[in-house]
């Protein structure tokens, strides 16, 4: 038998409704009692920062979908959806999460502002979070605005001396900044660096690299200067770019950083954010969402030719991730709007969990 739980994924429900069901076993939790808890929980110099801000007063909720606006919500189920959201808060408060951003959720507006605002909620209920990123429809964009012709190479960039300089405009000048830009004006305070700032990663060549020029590995990380940002409730933005020992600069797959630096840090979570539901059982069938897994049980689905193409480099980071110290790696939904919020307010979650 596969070490894994299979569920139907679920589409009908709404926003409000997934955070009010009421099952706790998917982050072990068990089931609690509530009452009295709000009592309980101090101020912590993690929400102090944010509960100063006038411009973050309140928790947000889930933006309401199209059909469906922000009064057919009734404060009574809003209140109860902060307290069911406790326990989920207790566990990860003072946490580092590190989020790997892409995919759908970097192109559409409405999909950024979402796990944006997610991003500054888990920052102030006390959450550390570390966010990478990478960028590769818009070095597409500039590349062909430039005049030469993306190429790619089993799914990887071929990255020349002139791509690789527009790599780093984009990813380190543009992406960055935009994002660094969005997480400050939405109340928390970010902070822009790539791999290259305070040797935070160094790279090596690619195996590959005949093939695919500057594209890098990871050789080291370091992340003693992040360390203060994250303690002092910062959100480091970290573009995938990192320089080796002779200061050459590569293109580093963004889930591979992230997946090292979560390990260097001793992360609680790691999160990739995709464009698919998750580990799915059956490839063909959508609807056979695997919503948890152990390390054993991937690694069956791989040699079972379950878990193929794209989603092997992702499984991989996650597996290898977790054998350096993380508790979980995640792989989750980010089409499903504010999908970081399900993955880790709720048991429900927006993707598929691995374990050790």
Not at 53 to 80: F, H, W, Y
Not at 138 to 145: A, H, M, T
Request: glycine share 10%; aromatic share 4%.
């Amino acid at each position: 038998m596969l070490d894994a739980k299979v569920v139907p994924l679920s589409s009908s429900l709404s926003s409000a409704e997934k955070y009010q069901q009421k099952v706790f076993g998917r982050h072990g939790l068990g089931n609690s009692s509530l009452s009295g808890s709000m009592l309980e929980m101090k101020k912590s110099p993690f929400i102090t920062p944010c509960l100063n801000m006038s411009r973050v007063s309140t928790l947000p909720l889930p933006s309401p979908s199209p059909t469906e606006s922000s009064d057919s919500i009734p404060a009574q189920l809003r209140v109860s959806i902060y307290s069911e959201s406790l326990p989920f808060i207790q566990k990860f408060r003072g946490k580092t999460i590190v989020v790997k951003y892409g995919g759908a959720a970097m192109k559409s507006e409405s999909l950024q502002s979402s796990v944006i605002s997610d991003l500054v909620l888990l920052s102030c209920v006390g959450l550390r979070i570390v966010f990478v990123h990478g960028g590769g429809p818009e070095i597409n964009q500039w590349l062909v605005r430039l005049g030469i012709q993306p190429n790619f190479l089993n799914g990887l960039r071929v990255t020349d001396a002139s791509t690789m300089e527009i790599v780093s405009m984009v990813l380190v000048g543009k992406v960055n900044k935009h994002l660094v830009s969005l997480i400050n004006k939405a109340g928390a305070t970010a902070v822009g660096l790539s791999g290259i700032d305070g040797r935070l990663l160094t790279a090596r060549p690619s195996h590959k690299s005949a093939q695919l020029g500057f594209v890098g590995d990871i050789a080291t990380v370091d992340p003693s200067v992040i360390r203060p940002l994250i303690q002092s409730n910062h959100i480091p933005v970290i573009a995938s770019v990192a320089a080796d020992q002779e200061g050459q600069s590569y293109n580093i797959n963004a889930d591979t950083a992230a997946g090292e630096l979560a390990a260097a840090l001793g992360a609680e979570k790691l999160i990739l954010l995709t464009d698919v539901a998750g580990i799915l059982e059956d490839r063909d069938d959508p609807g056979s969402l695997v919503k948890k897994v152990d390390i054993k049980g991937v690694k069956r689905m791989m040699g079972d030719g379950k878990i193929a193409g794209g989603m092997i480099p992702k499984v991989n980071c996650c597996v290898r991730s977790i054998a350096q110290g993380v508790r979980t790696a995640s792989i989750i939904d980010g089409r499903l709007p504010h999908s970081l919020l399900l993955e880790i307010l709720t048991d429900e979650g927006a993707g598929t969990m691995i374990t050790g």
